[in-house]
Nanobody
Framework: VQLQASGGGLVQPGGSLTLSCAAS????????IGWFRQAPGKEREGVSC????????YYSDSVKGRFTISRDNAKNTVDLQMDNLKPEDTAVYYC?????????WGQGTQVTVSS
């Protein structure tokens, strides 16, 4: 199982970024995919996840209405569109699969929201 997160960077408050998770080594369209983040000195937290057929999505209260998760089963990718970013969104973002324990992780991508 391989998961590769990309798309992070430095953005000003109110700006947008799109993270992408590229997956391989498993049957992608059978698997839910989740996005998590970890800020310095804080525990990792769940941000969003999407079921295998896009019928169900989840957002944490802190990102609801600002982030949108989507998946392309033909390309084995899951995107996280992040709008109206806030400084408190600064963290390393990870994608994961293998719920409910979220067994598999990719390396993270840094998102920094700062003026």
């Amino acid at each position: 199982v391989q998961l590769q997160a990309s798309g992070g960077g430095l953005v000003q408050p109110g700006g947008s970024l799109t993270l992408s998770c590229a997956a391989s080594g498993f049957i992608f369209d059978w698997s839910a995919i989740g996005w998590f983040r970890q800020a310095p000195g804080k525990e990792r937290e769940g941000v969003s996840c999407i079921s295998r057929r896009e019928s169900n999505t989840y957002y944490s209260d802190s990102v609801k209405g600002r982030f949108t998760i989507s998946r392309d089963n033909a390309k084995n990718t899951v995107d996280l569109q992040m709008d109206n970013l806030k400084p408190e969104d600064t963290a390393v973002y990870y994608c994961s699969t293998g719920p409910p324990t979220w067994e598999y992780w990719g390396q993270g991508t840094q998102v920094t929201v700062s003026s």
